[in-house]
């Protein structure tokens, strides 16, 4: 049966003056409805005749800036996002799988936002990124799992992500499990002249090969991760690294876990700020790799099961 609660509050503040069943004009649209029941058809949208996949009501009923909202568990297929628009799912039912290409790319306007709320995006273990950003002007993601890309191709089998030019990304991610990638969970892939920012909270990035990395070693810009109450465990390689050719990349990590990785944080050229953190059974729990890593001396990690590298504490 599909769900009216809070979401169905949501959607009508965007559609309140749309009766039940009416049709949507194509692309004009402040929000539409998307079930696995729907249909791909003209006039799809509404509570009573929703829409199938994401891709369908993206490209011909939603405006730009529109709500798509998700009414019951389904596969949603894969998404290439030319717009703003937000995506809400809260219920946790939205899945996205795929066996090979991206799960989701975005491709946006330098002032466009993009919120993705609620979905389970899934690689079958063989497809390249789940969440593939090139251009936008804001990133939000919410309770979403990312999990099984395991493409072995060079720069892929990645859980989320971003590589931009230029441009000051607004990217953030909270309450969210990446997880069993090939490559990296979160991967800011930074060039040109790209000056992002990024926060993560409530992230867990578990069973990759590297959790977290910001490279800006190709920008000319500066890039600034906050990363708070997060983990990263399990990673073959790295569990959070700050990369860059020129001090150009800050990573401030308060309370954080990097447990069991190959190495726990490592910082490549870039910097890293850590505070009220524990760094523990990794091979190497603290590693400054040609960078700057701080600790302030509130934080905990275990020599007896790993080493500390070059880091520098005050």
């Known amino acids: 049966m599909p769900r009216t609660s809070s979401l169905a509050i949501i959607a009508a503040m965007f559609i309140s ?41 993206h490209d011909n009923v939603v405006a730009a800036g529109g709500l798509i909202a998700v009414l019951d568990s389904s596969n949603y297929g894969p998404l290439v996002i030319r717009n703003a628009i937000s995506i809400v799912d809260d219920g946790g039912l939205a899945g996205i799988a795929v066996a090979s290409g991206d799960a989701i790319d975005i491709q946006a306007g330098p002032n466009d936002a993009v919120f993705l709320k609620g979905l389970h995006i899934d690689g079958l273990g063989t497809a390249n990124n789940g969440i593939y950003l090139t251009s936008a002007g804001k990133l939000t993601i919410v309770n979403c799992t990312i999990k099984g890309f395991g493409a072995t191709t060079p720069d892929n089998g990645n859980g989320i992500r971003i590589s931009v030019n230029s441009g000051s990304l607004d990217f953030s991610v909270s309450n969210t499990i990446v997880s069993l990638n090939s490559g990296v969970g979160v991967w800011l892939d930074l060039n040109g002249s790209s000056s992002p920012t990024a926060s993560l909270k409530n992230v867990t990035l578990t069973s990759n090969a590297t959790g977290l990395v910001a490279n800006a070693s190709g920008s000319s810009g500066n890039a600034i991760v906050t990363i708070e109450d997060s983990v990263a465990t399990r990673n073959s390689a790295i569990g959070f690294a700050a990369a860059a050719r020129t001090p150009n990349v800050t990573i401030v990590a308060d309370r954080v876990n990097a447990s069991f990785n190959g190495s726990g944080l490592e910082a490549i050229g870039g910097a890293i700020l850590l505070s009220n953190s524990v760094a523990t059974g990794n091979g190497t729990d603290l590693n400054n790799n040609g960078g700057t890593l701080t600790s ?19």
């Open 17 to 57: 003056t749309l009766a039940p069943g009416a049709a949507l004009a194509a692309g004009s649209a402040k929000a539409a409805w998307v079930s696995g029941h729907g249909t791909n058809a003209a006039g799809c949208g509404s509570l009573t005749n929703p829409c199938q996949t994401f891709q369908y009501t």
């Open 296 to 314: 302030y001396q509130n934080n905990v990690w275990t020599t007896h099961s790993g080493t500390i590298s070059n880091a520098s504490l005050h």
